[in-house]
C-alpha cells in the first residue's frame, strides 16, 4: 500500500475514536435528568457521572503519555481503545448508578491512554511538511464528536433508553479498533523498566484529581469553603511533593527539563489562555440567548454549534497554511481575529442584529481553527520524539484544566458583575432587570480580550525558529 495513503488511513483511525470519545464527552450531559430518574437518585448525584470521568481520565493523561514514549504509542493507543469500548459495553448494561460510575471509570481509563498518545503518535507519523494539516483534521474530529454530541443525544434518548448514549459507542470503537490493528505503526515490543517511577505516577494522578475535584466543587459551593480550601492546599502539596519526586528519580514520570523549552512552554500557555477565552462563550452565550433574548433551547442551539463547525472547517485549512507559509505568523493571525471577536462580544445587547452575531461567532471560530491547529503543531514540533507521548499529554491536561478555568473565571466575571450592579450578592439571573446581565457579559468578554492581549504577548515573545517553520 502507498505510504502516504497508509498514514493518512492511521489518522482516521485516530479520528475515529476522537470523534468518539468527544461524542462522549458532549452526549452523557443531555441524559443526566433521565439518569436520575431511572436510578432514583438526585439530580445533583448524577453530575458524579460526568465527574468522575473527567476526574479520572485528567489524573490519567500523563501516566498514559509516559506509558506510550516508554511502551509504544501505537501500542498504548490500542489498549486504550479496547478498554474505552469495552467500558462503553459495559455502561451500556444498566445496572445500578454505583455500577455506571464504575464503567465510567472504565471509560475514562481508556480514553486517557488514547488521548495521551493521539497528538504524538500524528506527530511522529506524518513529515513536517503535512503535520500541520493532519493536526488540524485532528481539530476536525474533535469538534465533530462535540457538534454531534447533543443532537445524537437527543434523538437516541427520544427512540430508546439512555444506555443508548453508550451502546452507540460500541460499532465505532470496533471498526477504529480493526482500523488502528491494520493501519497503526508497528513497533517493536518494550517493557516497563524496573526503576519506572510508580511513586511519581501515584502523585501525580493524585494531585491533578485534587486539582479537578477543587476547580468543580468550588464552582458550586464557593471556593471559600473549608472543604473547598481543604482541597486547594491537598493540591498543592501533592503537586510540591511531585516536583520533588520527579528531581530527585532517575527516570522521572514527567521530565521537568521539558518546561525549559520556551517554545513549548509559551505554546502551552498560549492554548491554556484561547480555551480559557473560548470557555467563557460556551457559558455566557447561552445565557445571553435564551434569558436575555428569549430565544428557544433549539434556535440558541443552531446559533451556539455555528462556533465549533466554523472552527472544524478552518482548522486543517489553517494547519495547511502553517505547512507551507510561516506559523507563527497564522498564529498571530488567529489570535488577532479571536481579539476581535471578543471586542464584537462587548457590543452585544438587547436588538443586536442575529447577522452580526453569526459574524463575530464565524471570526471566533476562524481565529480558533487558524490558532488551534498551528500552536498544537508547534507544541509537538518542540519536543524529541522519545518524548512525544508525554508532550501530548501535558497538552491535552492542560487544555482540560484551561477549559474549567475558563468556566471557573467566566462565572466568577458575569456574577460579580451583576452583584456590584444589584448592590448585594447575586447567585442568578433576574428577568427583571436585564441590564445587570449585559454589564456582566460586557466585562466577561473584556476579560476574555484581555486573556487573548496576553495571548498574542506570548506568542511573539517566541524565538523564530525557520526550520520548524515558526
Known sequence: MNQTKHIWLALVAIGLFTIMGNLDSSIVNIALPILAHDFHVPTSTTAYIVIIYMVVMSGLLIIGGRLGDTLGKSRVFMVGMIT?????LLASIPVSFNYLLVARVVQAIGAAATMA??????????????????????????SAGFIAGPALGGLLLQHWMWNSIFMINLPIGVIAIIMGIRYLPREPKKQLPTH???????????????????????????????????????SVVLLVWFSWQEHHHTDPMLDLSLFSNQRFTLSLLAMVLVMMVNSFFDIVFPFYLQNLLKWSVGAAGLMMIAFPVVMAF?????????????????????ACLLLVAQLMYTTFG????????????????????????????LIMTA??????????????????????????????????????KAGHHVTTISAKHPDWFVAGMHIAFVVTAILMILTLLLV??????KQLRQ
Request: proline share 4%.
Open 350 to 377: 438587547a436588538t443586536t442584529a442575529i447577522v452580526w452575531m453569526l459574524v463575530a461567532t464565524a471570526i471566533n471560530g476562524i481565529g480558533t481553527g487558524l490558532f488551534v491547529s498551528n500552536n498544537t503543531t
Open 196 to 234: 519506572f517511577d510508580w511513586l511519581g505516577a501515584l502523585l501525580l494522578f493524585l494531585g491533578i484529581a485534587a486539582v479537578i475535584l477543587w476547580l468543580e466543587t468550588g464552582q458550586s459551593r464557593g471556593f471559600s469553603q473549608p472543604f473547598v480550601l481543604g482541597l486547594l492546599v491537598v
Open 84 to 88: 474505552f469500548t469495552i467500558g462503553s
Open 314 to 334: 478552518t482548522a486543517p485549512f489553517g494547519g495547511s497554511l502553517g505547512d507551507r507559509f510561516n506559523r507563527k505568523s497564522i498564529i498571530i493571525i488567529g
Open 383 to 420: 519536543i524529541p520524539q522519545p518524548q512525544l507521548g508525554v508532550a501530548g499529554a501535558v497538552q491535552s491536561l492542560l487544555t482540560n484544566i484551561g477549559q474549567v478555568l475558563g468556566v471557573v473565571l467566566a462565572n466568577l466575571s458575569l456574577y460579580l458583575t451583576m452583584s456590584v
Open 460 to 465: 511573539m515573545s517566541r524565538r523564530q525558529d
Open 117 to 142: 498518545n493521539s497528538y504524538g503518535l500524528i506527530a511522529q507519523i506524518f513529515p513536517p511538511e503535512t503535520r500541520g494539516q493532519a493536526i488540524g483534521y485532528n481539530t476536525l474530529f474533535i
